[in-house]
C-alpha cells in the first residue's frame, strides 16, 4: 500500500500520472495534475499555412498554371 502513496519523480509526466493515480491525492491536486498533462495528451497541430513570408499555397499553384499556359502558348507557336 505505501507503494502506491510513492510519487514517480522521475519527470514532470510521471510526477503528475503517480499523483493522479494516488487514491488518497485530495482532488485539487488531481485537477492540478491533470491540467499539467492536457498539453502532452492532447499536442496541439501546428497549421500548414503557418510560414513567415514566401508565397502561399494558392500563389504557387496559380504560378504553376501561368508557367503551364505559357508554356502551352510557345508550343503551338513553333
Known amino acids: 500500500m505505501i507503494e502506491r502513496l510513492k510519487l514517480d519523480c522521475t519527470d514532470p509526466l510521471s510526477f503528475c500520472?503517480?499523483?493522479?493515480?494516488?487514491?488518497?491525492?485530495?482532488?485539487?491536486?488531481?485537477?492540478?495534475?491533470?491540467?499539467?498533462?492536457?498539453?502532452?495528451?492532447?499536442?496541439?497541430?501546428?497549421?500548414?499555412?503557418?510560414?513567415?513570408?514566401?508565397?502561399?499555397?494558392?500563389d504557387k499553384l496559380e504560378e504553376l498554371q501561368r508557367m503551364l499556359d505559357d508554356d502551352g502558348a510557345t508550343d503551338h507557336e513553333q
Not at 19 to 28: F, G, K, M, S
Not at 34 to 43: G, I
Open 17 to 58: 500520472i503517480s499523483l493522479l493515480r494516488n487514491p488518497d491525492a485530495p482532488h485539487e491536486e488531481k485537477k492540478w495534475a491533470d491540467a499539467q498533462m492536457f498539453p502532452y495528451a492532447h499536442p496541439k497541430l501546428n497549421s500548414i499555412e503557418a510560414r513567415t513570408g514566401g508565397k502561399t499555397h494558392e
